[in-house]
């Protein structure tokens, strides 16, 4: 039996009835691929009440929800990208990093450069969950000790920085967590599509922006790395099938849009960035086109659904600096 959802302060969820949430999942590099489609999504109209993210995803709904939902706000994420690419946060030398990881070399946490990273953009050690307003935020992550998901957001006290920190610890560029009695590492492994932390919050309509590119992975290839990378890859392809399965007992559509690029794309490939979010707007688009196109009446009912709720202003802006000097 698969375990429930456990949040890193142990509350329990606030149900939002009606809500809409977009669902990031985590996928490296790739993560360029949901900002172009979020800005599609945001051109149409669409907003969320809850953000909810793993990994990349993660760090992608951070950005947003303290800087605002707003197209702005998805240009300032769009630099935010560049930045990344320049810092080379996840270098292609991991073959000798995993040496460094497995033979527990002295010294190498990796995780504080990417602390340094979402610091020098502007996120602040003393932002709490609480201080975000207009969105909702949710952050998945693993416990290696407790063999569970955990889930960052329930507690309006808990720091949105360790949460993202927690979500981002994918060995071996960045070392797990270690917290109290919790081993925490990225949420991919437990939940890269994390469609079951929406549904527990409230969700009660899912736009998913899903980054698993099989291809990756070729299949001919042979050795303990491709290997390693097709036992992730199943493993990772039966949690979503699981996910989808609950989202539809409950009732719950999930509006799943596949993110893929024209050739694929290493999670440590950062050079891409301008051409991917380019992609991912133009699939989202087609997607919106594709939809609306085979269930008109059903699209545009949920359409006036969203507009009618009065979707609240997503400019909160607390805890990420917005000025030039941060």
Known sequence: MRRPLRSAARSGANDVSEAVAFVLSGGGARGALQVGAIRALLEAGIRPDL?????????????LAVRGLSLEGVESLVEAWHAAAAADLLPANYLWLTLR???NRAGWRPYHRMRDFFVGQGLSPDLRFGDIQGVRLFLVAADLNAGCPVLYGTDPQHSVLEGLLASTALPPWVHPLEKGEQLLMDGGVVSNLPVEAAL????????????????????????FGPFLG???????QRQVDLELA?????????????????EPVPVWDFQHTDELIARGYEIARREMAHRAAEHPAWWQRWLRRLFSSDRRSRNGTRGWKTDDHG
């Open 51 to 63: 953000l909810v993210g793993t990994s990349i995803g993660a760090v992608n709904a951070t950005y």
């Open 101 to 103: 990881v497995l033979f």
């Open 200 to 223: 527990n919050q409230g969700a009660r309509a899912i736009i998913a922006l899903d980054l698993a590119d099989p291809r990756t992975i070729p299949l001919g290839e042979h050795g």
């Open 230 to 236: 097709k036992l992730m890859r199943t493993v990772e």
């Open 246 to 262: 609950l989202a539809a007992a409950r009732g719950v559509p999930v509006h799943r849009i596949v993110l893929h690029s024209d």
